[in-house]
């Protein structure tokens, strides 16, 4: 199965990112974000970090975990390629995600830059869920 795929879109990046479960499906799309950024598999996974974020559903914690990408490139230059999500859970206020990452710090002369990514958008956001693929359809503007 794909990871992810790009879709047509006049200007910004539009994404489809798959999985066989929702967690699967959020990883690739983690992946799927840096490979706008940079060449992804150049990224070595030096550094692990733990991350944690909410939304009041699915799609607000898919928007908040992207961003929690952008926001780490902004203010420390991270970068990442692995991801693994240990659960995706039902909560009182929402939902919350739980993962571990793995990547390195921005090296220009190892990453090459594409294209900056200056938001995770709602627009034309979906979670399309089948009994054997998960797909997720986000725009990133760039």
Do not use: C
Request: hydrophobic residues 40%.
């Amino acid at each position: 199965m794909k990871r992810f795929k790009f879709l047509e879109h006049t200007a910004d990046a539009y994404v489809a990112a798959y999985g066989s479960t929702l967690e699967e499906a959020f990883e690739n799309a983690a992946y799927a974000t840096f490979e706008v950024m940079t060449e992804a598999e150049k990224i070595e996974p030096k550094i692990e970090e733990n991350v944690e974020v909410e939304g009041h559903d699915e799609q607000s914690l898919l928007y908040n975990w992207l961003e929690a990408f952008l926001v780490k490139f902004d203010t420390a230059g991270k970068l990442y390629s692995r991801f693994k999500i240990h659960k995706i859970e039902k909560t009182k206020e929402g939902y919350r995600l739980i993962a571990r990452i793995w990547g390195e710090t921005y090296n220009s002369k190892k990453h090459p830059q594409k294209v900056g990514i200056k938001a995770v958008t709602y627009h034309r956001m979906e979670i399309v869920k089948k009994p054997e693929q998960i797909t997720l359809k986000f725009i990133l503007d760039i």
